[in-house]
T-cell receptor
Framework: NAGVMQNPRHLVRRRGQEARLRCSPMKGHSHVYWYRQLPEEGLKFMVYLQKENIIDESGMPKERFSAEFPKEGPSILRIQQVVRGDSAAYFC?????????????????FGPGTRLTVL | GQQLNQSPQSMFIQEGEDVSMNCTSSSIFNTWLWYKQDPGEGPVLLIALYKAGELTSNGRLTAQFGITRKDSFLNISASIPSDVGIYFCAGQSTGNQFYFGTGTSLTVIP
């Protein structure tokens, strides 16, 4: 976990509000992945980004969810008009390079997560 | 999406016992990763496997990449209380996604 930072650790929103989750990857890592975890379930892939590019967003809902990884600053996962079903833990992971290359550069290191509660 | 079946779902063992858990997929994977997650924390990478048949150790942990490339095993020897947590397998075929298993919850009784 060391090095991948996420904030806030806990976020409470009312239905209809926006949630913004931030992720700073490990030093030297330029690839970021977002996952969602419901209680007592595994992690579900949402989106994979490189700097300024969305590489794979096949796991992300088409509406209300968006992600970015700007040239400067952290990656942001944004959820607009949150609903109760969005309540979950959201984890960010980073790797030195993309997963298609194989080998040790494939390894993903996770942050501590943001627990989103929608009231 | 890919189906990853992880078993057992939960285990209760005595301190000092060995533990085995496994993961099977419906299709061939090129990479297997094993993670441990403590409550309220993110998963921590334990072992990474890249070749069919590969056997890799990390202290008391040993993991194997199945020959068929559709399964992987994790063994923990001489369990201790701090081994408590949820263990996840994750596999990747082609493309960018890692698919995670549903987890094995391990409880170690002192």
């Amino acid at each position: 976990n060391a090095g991948v930072m996420q904030n806030p650790r806990h976020l409470v929103r009312r239905r209809g509000q926006e949630a913004r989750l931030r992720c700073s990857p490990m030093k030297g890592h330029s690839h970021v992945y977002w996952y969602r975890q419901l209680p007592e379930e595994g992690l579900k892939f949402m989106v994979y980004l490189q700097k300024e590019n969305i590489i794979d967003e096949s796991g992300m809902p088409k509406e209300r969810f968006s992600a970015e990884f700007p040239k400067e600053g952290p990656s942001i996962l944004r959820i607009q008009q949150v609903v109760r079903g969005d309540s979950a833990a959201y984890f960010c992971a980073s790797s030195p390079r993309g997963t298609s290359g194989g080998g040790s550069y494939n390894e993903q290191f996770f942050g501590p997560g943001t627990r989103l509660t929608v009231l | 999406g890919q189906q990853l079946n992880q078993s057992p779902q939960s285990m209760f063992i005595q301190e000092g016992e060995d533990v085995s858990m496994n993961c099977t997929s419906s299709s061939i994977f090129n990479t297997w990763l094993w993670y441990k997650q403590d409550p309220g924390e993110g998963p921590v990478l334990l072992i990474a496997l890249y070749k069919a048949g590969e056997l890799t150790s990390n202290g008391r942990l040993t993991a194997q990449f199945g020959i068929t490339r559709k399964d992987s095993f994790l063994n923990i020897s001489a369990s201790i209380p701090s081994d408590v947590g949820i263990y996840f397998c994750a596999g990747q075929s082609t493309g960018n996604q890692f698919y995670f298993g549903t987890g094995t919850s391990l409880t170690v009784i002192p």
